[in-house]
């Protein structure tokens, strides 16, 4: 049997043999309450020792996806994925109160600076500085989200302090005299977590989430934001509406 420690690609065995059992449960091939093959078994199916097989159940453990009962083997937990559904008014409070009514949105950063060029363009800045949040949201404690989001300054210049009160952009728009935008276009790409995103949303290496960017407008189709939100894809299911 071989016994290897590192892939080609650099990633160690035991996170790959946990991302294909990660995805299998997230797919639905192993239901709620199945039980796992053995750690002789899966160690015979990946061909690696079962000390290898035990770290990629452990980080399952972790990632409350399979639960061990003492005497009867480890199971598929009970799970469910948030659904975030993107609309013409998308909100991703509503999607975060319906998982959970613990839902909490955290401000990493802000700064006003000028736009990265293609950022400035879509909201149409011209030379006029842009405010950039980064924000970290979780639902019951767990990350759900991390995003980059970009505004022009000069329209919603106390918007960061206004989030930092209640943890929500459609309520601190709303403050700032901003009643309802629309999204005007969104794009949507998977890719592996980078480095800050594995550490920010409390991620294995290997990890692979859902890059969404999109762009709101008023409703008379001024730019409002640019956002870039990173989504884990075994936590967060993406349902976009046709009409976008």
Do not use: K
């Amino acid at each position: 049997m071989s016994n290897p420690t590192r892939s080609s690609s650099g990633f160690s065995v035991w996170r790959r043999i946990a991302e294909e059992l990660r995805q299998e449960i997230v797919d639905g091939g192993l239901a709620p309450d199945t039980r796992l093959p053995s750690e002789a078994q899966l160690a015979e199916r990946f061909a690696v020792n079962r000390n290898t097989v035990r770290q990629a159940v452990a980080s399952l453990v972790a990632d409350r996806l399979v639960v061990a009962r003492r005497g009867s083997g480890t199971f598929v937990a009970e799970h469910t994925l948030l659904v975030h559904r993107i609309g013409v008014r998308t909100r991703l409070r509503d999607s975060l109160r319906a998982g959970s009514s613990s839902a909490t949105g955290i401000l990493l950063e802000e700064e006003v600076a000028p736009a990265p060029p293609p950022i400035a363009e879509r909201l149409g800045l011209g030379d006029r500085p842009a405010l950039r949040l980064e924000i970290v949201r979780a639902v019951d404690g767990r990350p759900i989200s991390r995003a980059t989001g970009w505004f022009d300054a000069e329209r919603v210049p106390e918007l960061g302090a206004r989030f930092r009160e209640c943890g929500s952009i459609t309520v601190s728009l709303q403050e700032a005299g901003i009643a309802d935008y629309v999204r005007a276009s969104t794009v949507v790409a998977a890719r592996h977590a980078t480095a800050t995103e594995l550490t920010d949303l409390a991620l294995d290496e290997g990890a692979v989430v859902l890059a969404v960017q999109g762009l709101d407008t008023l409703p008379d189709g001024t730019p409002l934001q640019f956002a870039s939100t990173r989504f884990p894809a075994d936590r967060v299911e993406l349902d976009i509406e046709q009409s976008l």
